[in-house]
């Protein structure tokens, strides 16, 4: 089985920097491709979010579920093995880059329970 692409897409600089923090963090580098949203119509930027995932499988990860970088996930989505995830954070990428030989469904939910685990809360008072 061939590994799972991997591109982050998200507004202005947010995506690169997320890439440059897993590639920092976990040593593994190119198993992610940053895309900024930044200046792109819609068009442009499913077209590039095309090109980033060729032929799949391929998970696209987006900040937010309802923006222009999911519409482009979503678009693109329709057309082949491609899953988005939104919300898109450190730890479920940091997971993505060490199991991306994983059939394209069972490595999208996992790092979706992955980025979920992650985000947690430490309120005043407790």
């Given at each position: 089985?061939s590994e799972v692409r991997g591109v982050v897409v998200a507004h202005g600089e947010l995506a690169s920097a997320l890439v440059r923090a ?105």
């Amino acid at each position: 089985m061939s590994e799972v692409r991997g591109v982050v897409v998200a507004h202005g600089e947010l995506a690169s920097a997320l890439v440059r923090a897993v590639e920092g963090i976990s040593g593994v580098e190119e198993a992610l491709e940053p895309l900024s949203n930044e200046g792109c119509t819609p068009d442009e930027l499913a077209r590039r979010v095309r090109r980033a995932t060729g032929q799949g499988p391929a998970i696209v990860f987006v900040d937010m579920a309802s923006g222009s970088c999911a519409f482009a996930g979503r678009r693109i989505a329709r057309e082949g093995t491609i899953a988005v995830v939104s919300g898109v954070n450190l730890p479920m990428l940091l997971d993505f880059v060490f199991h991306r030989d994983m059939d394209l469904r069972s490595l999208a939910e996992r790092v979706l329970a992955k980025g979920r685990a992650g985000a947690t809360a430490d309120l005043p008072g407790e």
